[in-house]
């Protein structure tokens, strides 16, 4: 179906997300324009491997773990390392623009992110991390969108809070 080159990525190593149309989309631990990673997608209609974004910079590291879905088709994942902490993030590309935008940044106290992103129906996203928390044994997290704290993101951790500026004016997270 389709072939990894180096210039459109190497090492899928997550799952892949299927929308409506047949389209599939995924990751690549590293290559692509930055030796970094890459998001992909394979159209239905004509199996053709398309990079829809590289990883650079800030978000340096491919993610290891797969893509959600949203109804307006944008692709939403994390990453284990990389981030302004180093410590992995949670990003959003946009499925109008292809452009990767960092939700949020994990540190020493929230954890790592090891696993995929579960979506509900109100559009608020779930993940574990592998570390953080009162006892650093990891945390189970909440990321909402639309909230009605516009200039917070607020982190709870396992009888720890920690709080932060928002990169967006409308992204909040919590962990319980």
Known sequence: ???????????????????????????????????????????????????????????????????????????YGTRTSGGANNHGDIFELDAATHTLTTLFNFDGTTGDPTAGLVLDAQGNFYGTTSSGGADNGGTV?????AVPEPNSLVMVGVGITAVAAARSARRRIAVD
């Open 1 to 75: 179906m389709a072939t990894f080159n180096g210039a459109n990525g190497n090492i899928p190593a997550s799952g892949l997300v299927l929308d409506a149309q047949g389209n599939l989309y995924g990751t690549t631990l590293s290559s692509g324009a930055n030796n970094s990673g890459v998001i992909f997608e394979i159209a239905a209609s004509t199996r053709a491997l398309t990079t829809l974004a590289s990883f650079s910079g800030n978000n340096a590291f491919g993610p290891d773990s797969g893509l959600v879905l949203d109804a307006l088709g944008n692709l």
């Open 141 to 145: 997290f909440e990321l909402s969108i």
